[in-house]
C-alpha cells in the first residue's frame, strides 16, 4: 500500500471510529456509564488500593483496558476518539498498524482484574478499532480488598464496594444474627462507616452508665433495637420511602438521623422524630407535582 493510499485509509479509519464514538454518545445520552471511559484516579479512590507493585510485560486482553489515568475524557468507553486533536497521533499510529511497525508496549495500571492506560492511549484505541484481540504492556498492580471483575463500570464497582463494606462492619458488630435478610442496605460507599460512628456513640452513652464497658456487639443489638428500628418504623408509617427512588431504608435513617439531630440542637432535645422525618422529606424527597423533570429523572435513572 503506497503511502497516499496509507494516509486517505488512516484519514477514514480515524473518521469512522469518531463517528462511532459520537453515536454511542447519542444513544446513551441518559445513560453516561455506557459511554465514559473510567477515570484512574476515581477507581482508585473509590477502591482505595492498598500498595503498589511491578508486574512486568505482560500480554493484555484489549477488552479488559477499561480506563486511563490522564486521557479518560478524549475517548470513549471503547476507548474510540471523541476529539479532532487526537486525529495526527491516532492515524500515525495507525499508519504503523498497517505497516506492521513494532510499536513499543504500552503501560498500563491494574486493579483486580481491570486495566487502565499509564502511557499509551491512543496506541489502544487503534488497536480496538483494528479489532486487535491483545496488546503487550509494562504492568503495575494496586491491590486492593474490593472485588473488581473486568467488565465493571463506575455502578458496578460501588456495588462492590457497599459489599465489602457491609460485609466488614456487620461482621465487626455480629448483626449478622440479629437483622433480617436483606435489611441494612446502602446505596453509596461510606454510610457504613457512618453507621459504625453512630453504633459507637451509642455505645459510649450506654457506658456512662455501666461499671464495665460493653462489647461492641452489645452496643450494635441495643443500637438497632432502639435507635434503627424506630427510624424505619417511622419511614415506613409515614411511607416516606416513596419520595425517595432508588434510595433505601437505610439511607433515609443517616439522613434524619442527621436531621433530627441538628433539630433537637437547635429546639431542644424534645423535638420529635416524626417531625424530624417529615422535614427532611418535605424539604429533599422528590415530589412529581413540584418538580416533574427531577421526579422522572431520579424514578429512571440509576443513583448512587
Known sequence: MNNDMTNSQASADFNKAKSKALFN??????????????????VKSLIKTKSESYGGMQTVKVDDIAGSEGRYSDFNKAFLPKKEHLRKRWESIDKAYMGDVILPPIQLYKMGDMF?????????????????????????ELSTEIEIKSGMDMMDLKRSVIAFERNQIINQTDLDGIIEEGEIFFTAPGRYEEMLQHILGHKYFINMDQEEEIALPVAARSWYDNLYVPVVETIRKANLLSRFPGRTEADLYIWIVKQWHYLKEKYGQEYPLEAAAAKYTEEHGSHFLKNPIKWFKEKFTTQG
Open 25 to 42: 454518545t447519542v444513544m446513551n445520552i441518559l445513560r453516561p456509564e455506557k459511554r465514559e471511559l473510567l477515570s484512574f484516579y476515581d
Open 116 to 140: 487502565f492506560v499509564r502511557d499509551g492511549n491512543h496506541r489502544v484505541s487503534v488497536a480496538k478499532a483494528q479489532g486487535v484481540y491483545s496488546i503487550d504492556a509494562e504492568v503495575f
